[in-house]
Structures are given as C-alpha cells and as structure tokens.
T-cell receptor, first 111, second 116 residues
Framework: GESVGLHLPTLSVQEGDNSIINCAYS??????FIWYKQESGKGPQFIID?????DKRQGQRVTVLLNKTVKHLSLQIAATQPGDSAVYFC??????????FGIGTKLQVIP | DGGITQSPKYLFRKEGQNVTLSCEQN?????MYWYRQDPGQGLRLIYY???????QKGDIAEGYSVSREKKESFPLTVTSAQKNPTAFYLC???????????????FGPGTRLTVL
C-alpha cells in the first residue's frame, strides 16, 4: 500500500469503542474546517465540515467539535468499526486564504 | 456516477523525462487543484485553477506545469526540472470560482508517480 501513513501519530482503538482524533490548527482567522478520511492507496474522502459560528456538528456516527479559544478541532467516531481504519486529517480555510491540511492521524481498529 | 477520475493509478518515469497526469471531473465544478502528498507531510498545493483558461501557482509549482482548456480537465505535467518527483499526486475540485476557500474540495483517487 501507500506510505502515506509512515511517521504519523497513531491511535489504536478496540472495535466498538469510540475514537477521538484531535487537530490543532494554526490560523486564528480560519473559519471553515473539514475532516477527511484517507484509506491506504486512495484519495481523501470528505467526512464532515464545520464553520466557525458553530462549536459542534454531528453526522452519521461522527461528531466534530471546534474550540476556537485554543484553536482545536476534534473528530469523534462512535462505535468504531474495522472499516474506519484509515488516516484522518483536518483542513482549515476561510475567506480568500488557501486551505491548509494537517499531517493526519492513523486510526487502527483492533477487532 | 459523478466524480473525479485520475489516471493512471501508477506511473513510472525515467529521470529526464516529462510525464503528464490526467485529472477529469464531471461535477461541473469551476475550481480544480493539484496537490502532492509525501510521507509525514500535509498536502502541498502545486497549482490551482478557478476558471477555464486561468491557473495560478501554488506553494511548490517549480518543475510542474498545468493547463485548463476545458472545465472538466486539469492535466499536470511533471517536468524533468522537478528534482524529487516521486510522490502521490492528488487532484481535487470545488464548486466555486469565487476564490473563497470555504468551498469543500473533493479529491480524486490519486496517481502514484515513481521515478526510476
């Protein structure tokens, strides 16, 4: 497979447990945030986004939390499944600034 | 099915050769992007295009060239001037041509380029 996951922080969780993946963003002017999932050898898939006028947004089995005070974003995955194993990374943007992408966290689900 | 396609999935090139990576989208998106992905690094922007017949350099444009003759297509040429071309290349598109980065970018499956 691809070597995208090398040297990344890794989170190992038991199947069925909840996962929390964290992201610290850098630009206090950012007002739009996205989480992507990338499986080995594939392109990133959009999971969920959130704008800065919100502090929480829920999707199917996923929740994104935004703390603008400390410039922190988290992705919570409920009842983690083997198919959730992938690299997850956040992206920040807003206005005319370029979107910047984080390095990512590798999620390993233990059956 | 609507989406973004990239071809080929794997590409091998000898040093000194130019090579062109294909990216096509049928999402009717105005904006298209090329990124490079290397282990342990976030995606780095090579070139982007907000509208047909217009494109701008990203952060690491040296050694690359693009064209945008059609809305659906945004091919990337990796030239022999690119010193370290072995990488995973990702194409993306987003709906707007406004320049706002609040339009979500959707990615293709990627092309793995290896220089021999």
């Amino acid at each position: 497979g691809e070597s995208v996951g090398l040297h990344l922080p890794t989170l190992s969780v038991q199947e069925g447990d909840n996962s929390i993946i964290n992201c610290a963003y850098s630009n206090s002017a950012s007002d739009y945030f996205i989480w992507y999932k990338q499986e080995s050898g594939k392109g990133p898939q959009f999971i969920i986004d959130i704008r800065s006028n919100m502090d929480k947004r829920q999707g199917q089995r996923v929740t994104v939390l935004l703390n603008k005070t400390v410039k922190h974003l988290s992705l919570q995955i409920a009842a983690t499944q083997p198919g959730d194993s992938a690299v997850y990374f956040c992206a920040e943007g807003g206005g005319y600034q370029k979107v910047t992408f984080g390095i990512g966290t590798k999620l390993q689900v233990i059956p | 099915d609507g989406g973004i396609t990239q071809s080929p999935k794997y590409l091998f090139r000898k040093e000194g050769q130019n090579v062109t990576l294909s990216c096509e989208q049928n999402l009717n998106h105005d904006a298209m992007y090329w990124y490079r992905q290397d282990p342990g690094q976030g995606l780095r922007l090579i070139y982007y295009s907000q509208i047909v017949n217009d494109f701008q350099k990203g952060d690491i444009a040296e050694g690359y060239s693009v064209s945008r003759e059609k809305k659906e297509s945004f091919p990337l040429t990796v030239t022999s001037a690119q010193k370290n071309p072995t990488a995973f290349y990702l194409c993306a598109s987003s709906i707007g041509a406004s320049g706002y980065s609040t339009d979500t970018q959707y990615f293709g499956p990627g092309t793995r380029l290896t220089v021999l």
